[in-house]
């Protein structure tokens, strides 16, 4: 078992995530469920995000209530977003954060349930499902991610993700949280937006409605379509199984720092 967990779960990944997991609180009459280790119980919700299992079978139910519990302690006090962050900041402080260019993008999951954020999808014959929006890096790094429903515009969502991208740390200077080009595709061709990204002083690459020539757009897209297919291999983003969207954007955010990961892993091989 302790096999399985460092594997699901390697010290270098489980050494941030004890920097935002919250203690386990104590109960000075005794009694109450035994609570699991920290690490196992993350290794546990790792191994459902990545294989996609539900139902009796995923070893998150199996392992009872105390799994489920600090699950949903994790979840509200958002545990996956800060963890999201700090690997993109030790990315940030090698100098492997590339800020000239920037994607934004967005994918569609069917919903089985008709919970919050989640709406009918006008590609997928009014089925319910919701969309999950992402800010990509030039080398294809997420950034910040949010999810809405399907029915809902792109145009409604460049400024939500805009905004939320979080101060992340530079090799030299201050924080930064700007790109200076965003890259985008003909959903978000409104004069309003390409006034409010310059206004912020962000130089928008977006595709002319009823362009067909796509090449010079593509040349830096294909980064973000690379990131959504990575997404895909989080097997439990195929479908959305929970009524509310904090336990759906906690395996988004999940998924997004496990790409993260990667990267900082492949440069910590690659340097000297």
């Given at each position: 078992?302790?096999?399985?967990?460092?594997?699901?779960?390697?010290?270098?990944?489980?050494?941030?995530?004890?920097?935002?997991?919250?203690?386990?609180?104590?109960?000075?009459?005794?009694?109450?469920?035994?609570?699991?280790?920290?690490?196992?119980?993350?290794a546990a919700i790792v191994f459902v995000a990545t294989s996609g299992c539900s139902g009796g079978s995923c070893p998150q139910r199996?392992?009872?209530?105390?799994?489920?519990?600090?699950?949903?302690?994790?979840?509200?006090?958002?545990?996956?977003?800060?963890?999201?962050?700090?690997?993109?900041?030790?990315?940030?402080?090698?100098?492997?954060?590339?800020?000239?260019?920037?994607?934004?993008?967005?994918?569609?999951?069917?919903?089985?349930?008709?919970?919050?954020?989640?709406?009918?999808?006008?590609?997928?014959?009014?089925?319910?499902?919701?969309?999950?929006?992402?800010?990509?890096?030039?080398?294809?790094?997420?950034?910040?991610?949010?999810?809405?429903?399907?029915?809902?515009?792109?145009?409604?969502?460049?400024?939500?993700?805009?905004?939320?991208?979080?101060?992340?740390?530079?090799?030299?200077?201050?924080?930064?949280?700007?790109?200076?080009?965003?890259?985008?595709?003909?959903?978000?061709?409104?004069?309003?937006?390409?006034?409010?990204?310059?206004?912020?002083?962000?130089?928008?690459?977006?595709?002319?409605?009823?362009?067909?020539?796509?090449?010079?757009?593509?040349?830096?897209?294909?980064?973000?379509?690379?990131?959504?297919?990575?997404?895909?291999?989080?097997?439990?983003?195929?479908?959305?199984?929970?009524?509310?969207?904090?336990?759906?954007?906690?395996?988004?955010?999940?998924?997004?720092?496990?790409?993260?990961?990667?990267?900082?892993?492949?440069?910590?091989?690659?340097?000297?």
């Open positions: 078992m302790a096999g399985i967990v460092e594997r699901l779960v390697p010290d270098d990944l489980w050494e941030p995530f004890q920097q935002v997991v919250l203690e386990a609180p104590s109960r000075p009459q005794g009694g109450g469920w035994r609570r699991h280790g920290g690490h196992e119980v993350l199996r392992s009872g209530r105390p799994v489920r519990r600090a699950t949903a302690e994790w979840t509200k006090a958002r545990v996956w977003a800060k963890l999201h962050r700090l690997v993109p900041d030790e990315l940030g402080s090698r100098g492997e954060l590339d800020w000239s260019r920037c994607a934004i993008d967005s994918v569609n999951m069917r919903a089985l349930n008709r919970g919050y954020l989640t709406g009918p999808n006008p590609v997928d014959r009014g089925k319910y499902g919701s969309k999950i929006h992402l800010i990509t890096k030039r080398t294809g790094l997420p950034l910040p991610v949010g999810i809405s429903g399907a029915n809902v515009h792109d145009s409604q969502a460049l400024t939500p993700p805009v905004q939320g991208i979080p101060p992340i740390r530079s090799r030299r200077g201050p924080r930064r949280r700007k790109p200076g080009k965003l890259h985008d595709d003909k959903g978000h061709d409104y004069r309003h937006l390409r006034q409010w990204l310059s206004q912020r002083g962000i130089q928008h690459r977006i595709t002319r409605k009823g362009r067909r020539d796509l090449t010079r757009l593509g040349r830096h897209r294909w980064t973000i379509e690379r990131t959504m297919a990575r997404l895909a291999g989080c097997r439990r983003l195929h479908r959305r199984y929970e009524r509310k969207a904090e336990p759906f954007l906690a395996f988004t955010s999940l998924a997004c720092t496990l790409i993260c990961y990667r990267r900082l892993k492949t440069t910590s091989i690659a340097a000297p």
